[in-house]
């Protein structure tokens, strides 16, 4: 049998992994304080556990932090780093920097069953799911580790399609023996697998964005199939009507393409989608993917929106596109 990954397991996992009875819970967060804080990935180096728990370890564990196997850099300064999972699947990261806020997209899957029009990880198909220990090492194994600041689980895959190990990832990731970033830092992405997106609300205290795409049913059907099992309104109503504590944001996330989904009427319906509840808004500029003709909206355009939505009371905000000659955009994943 293989040596246990560290990487991937709670405090508490720890301590049943090392024996409550032989060694004490301090002994289990100086682990995973120094593999989640110190990013050690050789049992020799952590710090404040004894000799023999060390050699015991070695014989049955690995710390379980892997480097990527390349990176791409583009003109923005974003890097896109290519990982494989122990099962020989590939996904993708994205390190993105901005000033004083660096941003890690990681993946939950390798490829994705959702197929939605607009994203290349779509085309790419489903290869697999990642483990919490492969979603957690994407943040750890990066040189810019120690500079990371916010997380957005909008990488490869669907995060609620593989919700067990994205809940204990982001339990990993906030938690003060893990990573210690604050859950108001980190956001998870959907395209709506409604009783999992009920579920995500209740066991993390991540924000959560919605993919929208367009505000009408058929038009969304045709872009992101998932629209036939769960309709969006139904899925905006439980945003809706979740009390949000502690200024946990719930958003929408609408990619904008030029004349397919920027006219007036998607306008009033986006408004009339989220009108009267703390949902925000967050604009995104397409990225055009292969052999397609569709192009983003234009500037002139995405501001009109953000302006009319901010005008009827809705919080609303234009993201930037980056890493866009790198293919390390937003809906651009899908390994090259
Ligand atoms: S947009 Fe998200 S859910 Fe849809 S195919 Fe791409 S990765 Fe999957």
Not at 77 to 100: C, H, M, S
Not at 247 to 276: F, T, W
Not at 321 to 332: E, H, K, N, P, V
């Amino acid at each position: 049998m293989g040596k246990k990954n560290l990487c991937g397991l709670t405090s508490d996992e720890i301590s049943d992994f090392i024996g409550p009875d032989r060694y004490s819970a301090a002994h289990a967060v100086a682990i995973s304080n120094s593999i989640y804080k110190k990013r050690i990935s050789d049992i020799e180096q952590i710090s404040k556990i004894p000799r023999r728990l060390k050699e015991e370890l070695m014989t049955i564990a690995v710390c379980g932090i892997y480097m990527p196997l390349a990176s791409e850099v583009s003109a923005d300064k974003t890097v896109k780093y290519l990982f494989r999972t122990e099962a020989g699947q590939e996904f993708e990261t994205v390190y993105i920097p901005d000033n004083k806020r660096n941003t890690v997209c990681v993946s939950t899957q390798s490829g994705c069953r959702m197929g939605c029009s607009f994203c290349e990880t779509g085309r790419y198909g489903f290869r697999g799911d990642l483990s919490a220990g492969e979603i957690v090492n994407q943040l750890l194994s990066i040189p810019d580790a120690e500079k990371v600041t916010h997380v957005v689980f909008m990488g490869m895959g669907e995060p609620m399609d593989n919700l067990e190990n994205v809940v204990k990832a982001c339990r990993i990731i906030t938690a003060e023996w893990g990573l210690a970033i604050s859950p108001r830092n980190v956001t998870v992405s959907t395209v709506g697998i409604l009783p999992r997106v009920e579920q995500f609300l209740q066991r993390s205290d991540c924000n959560l964005t919605l993919s929208l795409f367009s505000p009408f049913p058929e038009e969304r059907k045709k872009n992101i199939p998932l629209e036939y099992q769960y309709p969006v309104r139904t899925i905006i109503d439980v945003m809706k009507n979740y009390k949000v504590k502690k200024k946990r944001r719930l958003s929408i996330a609408y990619v904008m393409v030029s004349d397919l989904n920027d006219s007036d009427s998607h306008l009033e319906g986006i408004k009339s989608l989220v009108k009267g509840s703390s949902v925000r808004v967050n604009l995104v500029p397409y990225n055009p993917v292969a052999n397609d003709q569709k192009i983003a909206s234009s500037e002139e355009r995405m501001q009109f929106f953000k302006h009319s939505l901010v005008v009827a009371g809705i919080s609303a905000s234009i993201r930037k596109s980056r890493g866009t000659d790198i293919s390390a955009a937003c809906g651009l994943l899908a390994i090259r």
